[in-house]
């Protein structure tokens, strides 16, 4: 039930740190292992399970345990001509050991976000494309890359959460009993993969639905 | 009262483009002009002011007409040794030229922001900072990546409102007065400079304060 973090050193330990600063701030904690084929990262944070090899062959993901995996996630190595084939590798070699895995790609080229997500990637995402499309937010609403940043980055978390104690309410009555039970906001609804942001105050909740939620980690 | 952009051209279409949808989106509309040194990219898309010559100097700046502009945003370009000093030159020649221009840079090295803020940036972000947390999320709040681009790039923005309407209101009311008004959702405050997420039922809006609301573009 641990993650596993591929990619080049210096990316993957900005995402270790993230990930550790997020985990102290909610209370859930997960191991991490790092597998890279360099040696290991002097400032690999300790607890982090490091282990030594080619991520793009089994043997090396067998090592890692990707079988009892919960989680995977890709980053880029090497230049643009080749980390996304990299990448595509990886991800066709965890998924084979795995069919359960949850597996995050990030690319360098938006275009081949298809090809990766078809061999099995759950998501994929291009990197800089969030703060491409952040920047273009900024330039018509002033201080909503401020309040991005803030909502990512900050003492604020966009938690998903199991629905079953507001299935059958409107979403308009929801908003207000999450606002009072979970000191969060709700701002939308997950249902069959897809995403509904500020829905209409008629929305049903229904069983199976998980909701989005605001909150800041400040106020318990 | 136009945009400029700097950049190499590959982001900066990228950019353009977000923007372009944005505007479209949102109704709110803004001249653009991009700058390079290099020829006009053919896939520079129409209705966008094209102006050659070397950025980093303030001729150049001056026939973009950055004294009237109101955003300036900086992409990287070059090398990781040499995209950041560049973007900082950038910064310190525009704002000497517009003391009330809005100056947001995007950085190879997050490191640098601090350099560039005090150079006269208004907000510095690092390339690929915000998809590197919005993994991290995922891992702990599976769904939340997915929520993040959603909001971000598909039919739900993040608005900025002045609050005059809603002044005296406690947050709990504005957040019930928002979503009849907007059919938005009210996540937060934004007062000095300051972002309030989900801030307690009781805080006051104030004069001058700013609302941060969530809205899906299909419900108007
Ligand atoms: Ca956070
Ligand atoms: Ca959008």
Do not use: C, W
Not at 126 to 148: C, D, F, H, Q, W
Not at 186 to 193: A, E, Q
Request: charged letters at 25%.
């Amino acid at each position: 039930n641990h993650v596993v973090i591929l990619g080049e050193p210096e990316r993957a330990i900005n995402l270790i740190k993230a990930l550790i600063k997020l985990m102290d701030e909610s209370g859930k904690f997960i191991d991490i292992v790092y597998v890279s084929e360099f040696e290991k990262p002097p400032n690999l944070p300790k607890d982090v399970e490091f282990i030594k090899g080619n991520p793009t062959l089994k043997d090396t993901l067998i090592r890692a345990n990707v079988d009892k995996a919960s989680s995977l996630i890709i980053l880029p190595q090497g230049d643009s001509a080749s980390a996304d084939a990299r990448t595509l590798m990886e991800v066709v070699v965890a998924r084979s050991i795995n069919p359960s895995l949850y597996i995050v790609a990030e690319l360098l080229n938006e275009g081949n976000a298809e090809y990766v997500l078809k061999a099995g990637a759950d998501e994929a995402i291009a990197v800089g494309s969030l703060t491409t499309i952040a920047m273009a937010n900024e330039i018509i609403y002033r201080g909503s890359l401020k309040a991005i940043m803030r909502l990512l980055r900050g003492n604020s978390e966009i938690l998903v959460i199991n629905s079953s104690k507001y299935t059958g309410l409107s979403f308009k009555d929801a908003l207000i009993r999450v606002r009072e039970d979970e000191s969060g906001i709700l701002i939308g609804v997950l249902r069959n993969n897809e995403v509904l942001i500020s829905p209409s105050d008629e929305l049903i909740i229904k069983p199976g639905d998980e909701l989005i939620i605001i909150k800041s980690m400040n106020i318990k």
